[in-house]
């Protein structure tokens, strides 16, 4: 699916030295959600002649990722010696459109100009959900911390965990320059997080659950405490859905809500009660 928000022309293959271990498994169909786009014979060409013409980048998969070292040696393989640097640049170019949603993730400004479901959001779409006033809240998938420096008005605290350094460390950056004291940065992912039972009141994400919805359910339910809530707050988009979308958090027992987005789209929000 194409975002469009970025124009790859504009960006750097060297950008992808800036990425994390586990992008850059996704980039060698490697990534927790399959293959993607790993298994398109065009997408594997383009990706290896970008790396043969990168040694840099190349050096970079092969050491800090390296389980990718037999696939990205089989992908530069057959790569011709003579392409033109038009015809390598035009390779890269069609690796990072097709990988923009990470190319943002180490351009923070540009992901919270251009991505839709960010820019245009307003934090009322979150409290009118439930009560954060004084309020211990976890914040799964942060990224720039739309849904973490919201809750922050009235929660208690907020722990915002991002599994990407470079977000990580602009929500750092924010909160200094915002004058935040009570949002806590921290690394975790949501199969896997990185607290003890019971100890939040509301536990809250966008766009995280769908790779596993019952393992990532039951990693949410874990850490909340009884009687808190589970939140999946979506940001604004221009996507028509009669319908909910996430049939599984339905299966869960969540309850939804809908409005159309300032951008014309229909946005569902899902929360549940968590009781133990």
Not at 165 to 176: A, F, H, N, S
Not at 213 to 228: C, F, L, P
Not at 255 to 276: A, F, M, N, P
Request: one cysteine or more; aromatic letters at 14%.
């Amino acid at each position: 699916m194409a975002y469009n928000w970025i124009r790859a022309e504009e960006f750097s293959f060297n950008c992808i030295l800036l990425m994390d271990r586990w992008i850059l498994r996704y980039f060698v169909g490697m990534g927790q959600s399959g293959e993607g786009h790993y298994i398109n014979p065009e997408y594997r060409k383009h990706l290896g002649i970008a790396l043969a013409y990168n040694p840099a980048v190349y050096w970079y998969f092969e050491n800090k990722c390296p389980e990718s070292k037999e696939r990205i040696a089989s992908l530069i393989e057959d790569v011709p010696k003579n392409l033109s640097a038009e015809e390598v640049r035009n390779s890269e170019i069609y690796i990072l459109q097709a990988k923009e949603s990470f190319v943002v993730y180490v351009y923070p400004d540009v992901m919270e100009t251009n991505c839709e479901y960010i820019n245009g959001w307003t934090p009322d779409k979150l409290f009118s959900i439930v009560d954060f006033t004084d309020k211990v809240v976890l914040d799964i998938g942060s990224g720039t911390g739309r849904l973490a420096f919201a809750a922050a008005q009235q929660a208690k605290r907020v722990y915002a965990s991002e599994p990407v350094d470079y977000l990580r460390e602009y929500m750092r950056d924010k909160i200094v320059k915002q004058g935040m004291k009570n949002i806590i940065v921290l690394d975790g992912v949501v199969e896997a997080l990185p607290f003890e039972d019971s100890m939040f009141d509301i536990v809250m994400s966008a766009y995280v659950f769908g790779d596993d919805y019952d393992a990532e359910y039951a990693e949410m339910a874990r850490v909340v405490k009884s009687g808190g809530f589970i939140i999946d707050c979506d940001g604004e988009n221009d996507e028509k859905e009669p319908e909910p979308r996430r049939k599984d958090l339905l299966r869960l027992g969540f309850e939804c809500t809908h409005y159309v987005s300032i951008l014309g789209g229909d946005v569902y929000r899902y929360w549940k009660q968590i009781i133990k």
